[in-house]
């Protein structure tokens, strides 16, 4: 398996603008998850999915986020509009019956 | 609520041993882990531990668990230059999707 998979691996976009965040699980894996991590807050979870149900967004820092998982295989958490505080480095991770979790390499996403 | 606490820097030279040490608050936690990050990458699951065991050793690691003080350490027996990463400690209850608390991480700095 190819691991889980993100898209882009780095993000540069102008404030006001609509981004989007992609992720490919591992296949098999049941529970999907939306990490962000900063230097001043660490890693923050978003959200996570069960079988593509959301099951708690209460870490989504606002409104203007927002993830689907239409299909076992694809989520995307997408941010409109962007801002200067979004930038981060945002993680995708699966997990499925074993312990642990796998993660993707992450997108660096730079609002200027 | 949970909480998890490392020190923030460690730095070793080549060939010593390094210890990381965390702490944690939930007297429920049952899962363990270490999770390793190198530059430019997603957490890695190095091992993990469960609560019901006092040490546990892959190779050049070694963990150790004291529960009655909730002290979880990573020993890294003769460092190597490419162990320099960030270790992130966290640890999960029992029951439900095992979510994961992750410490701030303590980035391990190798030097000749």
């Known amino acids: 398996d190819a691991g889980v998979i993100q898209s882009p691996r780095h993000e540069v976009t102008e404030m006001g603008q609509e981004v989007t965040l992609r992720c490919k699980p591992i296949s098999g894996h049941d529970y999907l998850f939306w990490y962000r991590q900063t230097m001043m807050r660490g890693l923050e979870l978003l959200i996570y999915?069960?079988?593509?149900?959301?099951?708690?967004d209460s870490g989504m820092p606002e409104d203007r986020f927002s993830a689907k998982m239409p299909n076992a295989s694809f989520s995307t958490l997408k941010i409109q509009p962007s801002e200067p505080r979004d930038s981060a480095v945002y993680f995708c991770?699966?997990?499925?019956?074993?312990?642990?979790?796998?993660f993707g390499s992450g997108t660096r996403l730079t609002v200027v | 609520g949970e909480d998890v606490e490392q020190s923030l820097f460690l730095s070793v030279r080549e060939g010593d041993s390094s210890v990381i040490n965390c702490t944690y608050t939930d007297s429920s936690s049952t899962y363990l882990y270490w999770y390793k990050q190198e530059p430019g990458a997603g957490l890695q699951l190095l091992t993990y531990?469960?609560?019901?065991?006092d040490m546990k050793q892959d190779q050049r690691l070694t963990v150790l668990l004291n529960k009655k003080d909730k002290h979880l350490s990573l020993r890294i027996a003769d460092t190597q230059t490419g162990d320099s990463a960030i270790y992130f400690c966290a640890e999960s209850a029992a029951g439900g999707s095992y979510i994961p608390t992750f410490g701030r991480g303590t980035s391990l700095i190798v030097h000749p």
């Open positions: 999915f069960n079988n593509n149900v959301p099951i708690d």
């Open positions: 991770a699966s997990s499925g019956t074993g312990v642990g979790y796998t």
């Open positions: 531990i469960f609560s019901n065991m």
